[in-house]
C-alpha cells in the first residue's frame, strides 16, 4: 500500500541529487591531432599539454573527467547541445566566440607564426602575398585572420594542422599560418628541415587573447571553479612542470 509513495521519494531524492551528481563528472571536448597541445600515443592514449591540464583542473575541482576526441569544428555545437561539459582544445577566446560561449581562463596565450620554405623571400602584406596559398586549420582564428587582413590570398583550410603542413612539404601551398608553439614543433621536426620562421610572430585582435576553457552561457558557477582550479595549479608550480614537459616556452597567461 506505501509502495508507490516509497518509490516517489525515492525518484524525488534521486532527482534531486542529479545537479550535485553532475558537478562530479565532466565530459572535456578536445581536438587530439595539434601536437604538443594534444595528440593520440599509438596504444590510443590521449597526450599532451592540454590533457595535462585538463587532467590536473579536474583533479583540483575533485572531478572525475572524460576527455572526448572531437573534431576542431564539431566542439562549439557539442557543447551547447549538452554532449560535452567544457572545451580544452587549445580554442582562443574571441568576440565572435563569445557569441555563442563563454569561456574560462585564458589558460594560455602564443602568438601566431608563418612559416614557409627557407629563403622565401615574402612580407606579410595583402601585396606580398596576394595569390599565395595560405594553409589554415579550418574553424581556427588563424583562419580568420588571413581571411580578414590578406584578402588576395588563396586560402586553403585543412581540417588538421598535419595535414596543411603536410601540403607545405609537398609544395601544395606557399606558407602555412598557426600557434607558435605548434608550428616551432613541426620545424624542429624531420619534416620541418628546409623550412623556417617567415615575418615576426603576429598578434592581432582577430586571433584573440589566448586560449580559453569553452563553456555554456550562463553557467557562472563551473566557470568559476574553473578559473578557481587554473590559478590553483599556477601557484602550486604544477602548470610550470606541465608546460616545460612539451615546450621550451613560457605560455601561462600572465
Do not use: H
Amino acid at each position: 500500500m506505501f509502495r508507490p509513495l516509497r518509490l516517489a521519494a525515492a525518484f524525488l531524492a534521486a532527482t534531486a541529487a542529479l545537479p550535485a551528481m553532475a558537478q562530479d563528472s565532466l565530459v572535456i571536448g578536445t581536438e587530439a591531432a595539434y601536437r604538443p597541445f594534444a595528440w593520440v600515443l599509438p596504444s590510443g592514449e590521449l597526450t599532451g599539454f592540454d590533457i595535462d591540464i585538463a587532467r590536473a583542473l579536474c583533479t583540483e575541482m575533485g572531478v572525475t573527467c572524460e576527455i572526448s576526441d572531437q573534431a576542431y569544428d564539431g566542439l562549439i555545437p557539442a557543447l551547447n547541445a549538452g554532449k560535452v561539459d567544457a572545451i580544452i582544445a587549445s580554442m582562443f577566446i574571441t568576440e565572435d566566440r563569445l557569441e555563442a560561449i563563454d569561456f574560462a581562463g585564458p589558460y594560455y596565450v602564443t602568438p601566431g607564426l608563418f612559416i614557409g620554405p627557407e629563403g622565401a623571400d615574402l612580407d606579410l602584406t595583402p601585396e606580398s602575398l596576394k595569390r599565395k596559398f595560405i594553409g589554415v586549420q579550418r574553424g581556427s582564428t588563424m583562419a580568420d585572420y588571413v581571411e580578414a587582413r590578406l584578402p588576395g590570398a588563396r586560402v586553403q583550410f585543412y581540417d588538421t594542422l598535419d595535414a596543411a603542413t603536410l601540403d607545405l612539404v609537398s609544395g601544395r601551398v606557399d606558407l602555412v599560418f598557426a600557434d607558435s608553439v605548434v608550428i616551432e614543433e613541426f620545424l624542429a621536426s624531420e619534416d620541418g628541415a628546409g623550412f623556417a620562421q617567415v615575418g615576426e610572430p603576429v598578434t592581432d585582435p582577430i586571433l584573440g587573447e589566448g586560449a580559453g576553457i569553452g563553456l555554456r552561457k550562463g553557467e557562472e558557477e563551473l566557470k568559476a571553479r574553473f578559473d578557481a582550479a587554473l590559478a590553483a595549479i599556477i601557484a602550486s608550480g604544477e602548470y610550470a612542470e606541465i608546460n616545460a614537459r612539451y615546450m621550451s616556452s613560457d605560455i601561462a597567461p600572465k
